[in-house]
């Protein structure tokens, strides 16, 4: 038989000797591999039950939803009429801010084009889910999520009305708008108690059409834990 030739002695020695096997290395690369792979996946299955709980209704040619968090959308009603305001019942269980995202239909477009604003007047039924009694309530109409109102962006709380509807709380006994250069709306004077609920009565319009906007809520707390006065049960009850 023919003896082997250099090259092949060399790929042979290569073959047995080079690159040897490390079982513990293998077995630990494979478990990194295993846990990484596990971790996307619950996070991508988080992801999707968020948006399987988010909730959206359509009401006033108006779709709303909670797809953002921090509160729960419960039912949406009404045409957005003064005679017939569009109706939010909401659930807000902690007191992170809460964004309600708006995103106008075609028969809002439509409403749009002719009357050459969309206007809606609201009404929110919150209800007080957290462990922290309210002093008042914040509202924000905002295009972006993460910035602030700005004066170009075509929101206010029925800003370009001579005369506007008259805003209302069944709790809070005084409210603030502020247009400039802010689009915000605060409700105070008054105190909701846990597991009860405030009504704030307002209106909203958007002079630019815009595809999708939000409205940011978040509630002041009652930094005491004392029950209010008789006196200010009476002022921040209304009815």
């Given at each position: 038989m023919?003896s082997?030739s250099?090259h092949q002695v060399l790929?042979?020695?290569?073959g047995a000797?080079?690159w040897p ?8 690369a494979?478990?990194?591999?295993a846990l990484f792979i596990g ?16 909730e959206s ?6 779709l709303?939803?909670?797809?953002l ?6 039912s949406a009603?009404?045409?957005g009429t003064?005679s017939?305001p569009?109706?939010?019942v909401e659930?807000?269980?902690?007191l992170?801010?809460a964004?309600l995202?708006?995103?106008p239909?075609?028969?809002?477009k ?5 009357q050459?604003?969309l206007?809606r007047s609201?009404?929110k ?9 309210w ?5 924000e109409l905002?295009?972006?999520t ?8 075509g929101l206010s ?5 001579l005369v506007r509807?008259?805003l209302?709380?069944?709790?809070f006994?005084d409210n ?5 250069p802010f689009d915000?709306?605060r409700?105070?004077?008054?105190f ?5 609920s405030v ?14 906007f939000y409205l940011a809520?978040e509630p002041?707390?009652l930094?005491t834990?004392?029950?209010?006065s008789?006196?200010?049960r ?6």
């Amino acid at each position: 038989m023919a003896s082997p030739s250099k090259h092949q002695v060399l790929l042979t020695c290569y073959g047995a000797f080079a690159w040897p096997r490390k079982p513990a290395l293998d077995h630990w690369a494979g478990t990194v591999s295993a846990l990484f792979i596990g971790v996307i996946l619950f996070v991508t299955a988080l992801g999707t039950d968020d948006q399987a709980m988010a909730e959206s209704f359509e009401a006033g040619g108006l779709l709303f939803s909670d797809e953002l968090g921090g509160f729960r959308l419960i039912s949406a009603s009404g045409d957005g009429t003064p005679s017939d305001p569009i109706i939010l019942v909401e659930e807000l269980l902690s007191l992170q801010p809460a964004v309600l995202t708006i995103r106008p239909s075609r028969i809002a477009k439509d409403r749009s084009l002719h009357q050459g604003v969309l206007r809606r007047s609201l009404v929110k039924v919150i209800m007080n889910q957290s462990s922290w009694r309210w002093s008042g309530f914040d509202l924000e109409l905002r295009d972006q999520t993460g910035q602030a109102s700005l004066y170009s962006d075509g929101l206010s709380f029925d800003q370009p009305s001579l005369v506007r509807e008259p805003l209302y709380s069944d709790r809070f006994a005084d409210n603030h708008i502020q247009d400039e250069p802010f689009d915000r709306l605060r409700f105070d004077q008054g105190f909701v108690a846990t597991q009860d609920s405030v009504r704030l009565s307002f209106s909203i319009v958007d002079v630019n059409s815009l595809p999708v906007f939000y409205l940011a809520q978040e509630p002041i707390i009652l930094m005491t834990r004392k029950d209010p006065s008789p006196n200010q049960r009476l002022a921040a009850r209304r009815d």
